[in-house]
C-alpha cells in the first residue's frame, strides 16, 4: 500500500480573514501524514490593485492578468499572502515551507494562447515536477504552494489556484495514495444553493453534468468542479467540503462533504 | 576537507535592473558547487511604499518598519524581487527555490527592542536552522533568500540582508569550506571612494577601523563591512567585491576583490 498524501487547496475566507485563518490551520494541523497547502488569494489581489490605482480586468470571472497585474499577483500571492500563511503555520508548531511553481521548476506552465481571448500573462500547466516538493516532505516539511508557475524560459504566469491543486495531486498519484481537498465555507455540493442542508454526498460525474444543465450548481462551482473531476480519474479521493472539517473528513470521523465519484 | 559552499549576498542595481540581473545571473551560474544567494531590495520596496502612498520612513538608513511598511517588504521581498531573481535563474537552468527566514524556521529572530528607539517590525537574527536549506541543496537546488524572518510565534520580520548573508555563512561553517561573497557595483573596499584604482586587495580588523575613523570609509558601507567581519571569524574567506566578477572571484581567477582578514 502506498503511503497517503493530502493535498488540500483553499481560498475566499481562509486568505482575506486572519481568524477564519487560524482556525483553519489548527484543523491543518491535525491531517494525519504528508500534506501540501494550494492556496488563492483573488480578493487579496483586487484590494492590491485598487490600492495602486489600477482596475482589476477580468472575464467570465477569469483575470487578465497585464504586465502590471502580474507583478502584483506575483507579490500577492507569492509573498504577502503565501508568507502570511506559513507564518501563522511555523506559530503552531507546523514547518511550512511557501513556493510557487516557479521555484524548481517544480511547475511548469506555458502562456495561455492570445486567441479566442488574451488572458495576458495566464498560465495553462504543461507539468508538475515533484522532485522540490518531495524533498521538503521528506525532511518534514509542508509545501505550501501560491498560484504563480512559470514557464521554462522563466516567465512568471498568473495560474488558478484550483488548477494547480487538482494538477498537483494527479502528479503525486504514482507515488502515493493522493486525497485531493477543495475546502469551501460550505459543507459541499449542493443540491439547493440556498439550503445547506441539501448536501450531495456523493455525485457522479453524469450526475454533475445534469445539475450543471438544470444551473443548480453555483457558477463559481462550475471550473472548480470541472477540475475535481479532472482529477478523481488519478487520485484515490477528491472531496469537495469545508475547510474547518479538513482534519475530520481525513480521518473519516464525519460524514458532512460531498464526495466525487466516476 | 569539508565541500565548499558559496554565500553570496547582492543588492542594488541587481534588484533594481532586469538587465543587471540577467549579467549577474550568468557569472552566478558559473560559481562552482553548492551556492547560496541572499538579496536585498530597498529601493523596490520605497517605491512600492510610494506607489501605495506611504512615506518610507527610516533613521539613519534604517527603514522604521510599521505593520503596512512589513505587509510591503513581505510582498516585494519575499514576491516580486524574490521570485524575479528565481525566474531569471530557472530561465538560464539554474534550478533555484526562493524563501524567507521564515520559511521552514530557518532564520529565527526576535524583534528589535523599542529603546532606544522603536524600529517595527524589524528582525534581529537569533538562530540559523540550516535543515531546510540543507534538505533543497542536496537535492541540487540552490536557496534564494529574501530577507524577511521571522519569530518562532510566526510574526514576519523585516531583516536587513547583508546581516542575513553573515549569519547564514556562519551557521554553514561546521558542515561547509564556506566562502562569504558581498556583491556590489564596484570592486571592493577602496582607500579613495572617488579612485576607483584605490582598490584595497587585503583589509584587516584594525586597518578597517582606521579608515573608518579618518572617515574614508563610504556610510552605507559600514554596516556591511561590519557584518562582514563579523563573519570572517567563522567561514574561511570573506570577499567584498564586484558582483559582476562573482565567478572569477570564486575560482580565484582574478584578484580585484576586497578579502577581510583578522
Known amino acids: 500500500m502506498m503511503e497517503k498524501l493530502t493535498v488540500i487547496k483553499v481560498g475566499g475566507k481562509v486568505i482575506e480573514d486572519p481568524v477564519t485563518l487560524k482556525e483553519f490551520t489548527e484543523k491543518f494541523k491535525l491531517v494525519p501524514g504528508k500534506k501540501i497547502l494550494v492556496h488563492g488569494g483573488g480578493v487579496m ?3 492590491m490593485l485598487q490600492r495602486m490605482g489600477l482596475e482589476p480586468k477580468k472575464l467570465d470571472g477569469r483575470r487578465i492578468t497585464d504586465e502590471e497585474t502580474l507583478d502584483t499577483v506575483v507579490m500577492v500571492y507569492g509573498g504577502l499572502v503565501n508568507k502570511g500563511i506559513v507564518g501563522v503555520l511555523q506559530g503552531i508548531g507546523v514547518s511550512a515551507v511557501g513556493v510557487t ?3 524548481g521548476g517544480s511547475i511548469v506552465s506555458t502562456k495561455r494562447p492570445s486567441e479566442p481571448f488574451d488572458y495576458g500573462f495566464a498560465g495553462d500547466v504543461q507539468q508538475v515536477n515533484t522532485t522540490m516538493m518531495n524533498s521538503l516532505m521528506h525532511s518534514g516539511y ?4 501560491a498560484p504563480i508557475t512559470g514557464t521554462e524560459e522563466g516567465q512568471l504566469l498568473n ?3 484550483d488548477t494547480i491543486a487538482s494538477e498537483v495531486a494527479k502528479a503525486f498519484s504514482d507515488q502515493y495514495e493522493v486525497e485531493l481537498i477543495y ?5 459541499g455540493v449542493l443540491e439547493d444553493i440556498n439550503d445547506t442542508e441539501s448536501l450531495i454526498h456523493e455525485i457522479k460525474y453524469d450526475e454533475y453534468q445534469v445539475l450543471k444543465e438544470k444551473q443548480q450548481i453555483h457558477s463559481g ?3 472548480k468542479l470541472d477540475n475535481a473531476f479532472g482529477a478523481k480519474k488519478f487520485v484515490s479521493r477528491v472531496i469537495i467540503g469545508n475547510y474547518i472539517r479538513v482534519n475530520e473528513i481525513s480521518l473519516n470521523t464525519t460524514e458532512k462533504y460531498t464526495k466525487l465519484s466516476t
Open 45 to 47: 489581489a483586487d484590494k
Open 101 to 103: 511553481g516557479m521555484d
Open 142 to 145: 509542508v509545501p505550501v504552494i
Open 159 to 161: 495560474t488558478n489556484a
Open 183 to 187: 475546502g469551501f465555507e460550505i459543507d
Open 221 to 223: 462551482m462550475i471550473p
